[in-house]
């Protein structure tokens, strides 16, 4: 893709993050963090109707609940004020342990109670969720039987705790 095309194609993605705010006859309301929120419940509402296959692997509902995880993060730290624009940094982009030490920075375990474990779980996701191995074929891991692949059932609990604990806080930030 040559240059001119990369930015033609970031900025027809960053046009939709120019509207945090929404003002009606004098009432302004922040928008962001109910707006990330209602993805993310989305996509863990479809996660969880996606019946398990026979295969250990199913990478659309991996994807699915780890993309559920990322905008629920991104969804707390709207509520604590982080603009669109800088959870879009690729300093943040779709790292699930970044997002995660930044939204636990932010007071994030005041509001969802996540033990070391789950905590793990999410890092543990975070590598092939980034590398994007639950979106495109990674091969070399598929052979070696996918060693770093968290349990589905955990990762699934994981992002229903965040979605749940975390819709007041994304209504009251509004």
Request: aromatic residues 8%; glycine residues 2%.
């Amino acid at each position: 893709m040559t240059k001119n095309k990369k930015e033609t194609k970031k900025t027809r993605a960053k046009k939709h993050m120019q509207v945090e705010f929404v003002s009606i006859m004098g009432l302004r309301t922040y928008i962001s963090p109910i707006a990330l929120h209602t993805y993310a419940k989305d996509f863990l509402r479809v996660a969880k109707i996606i019946p398990p296959d026979r295969v250990p692997f199913t990478p659309a509902r991996f994807y699915l609940v780890c993309h559920a995880i990322e905008l629920s993060l991104k969804s707390f730290l709207s509520a604590r004020k982080a603009t669109l624009q800088s959870l879009s940094a690729p300093s943040l982009g779709h790292n699930l342990s970044v997002l995660l030490e930044e939204a636990i920075a932010g007071g994030l375990q005041s509001v969802v109670s996540l033990r070391s474990s789950e905590l793990k779980i999410i890092e543990q996701a975070s590598e092939y969720y980034a590398e994007k191995v639950f979106e495109y074929p990674a091969i070399f891991e598929a052979i070696r039987g996918m060693p770093k692949l968290p349990d589905w059932h955990s990762l699934l609990n994981i992002a229903s705790s965040l979605v749940d604990d975390l819709e007041q806080t994304c209504l009251n930030a509004s």
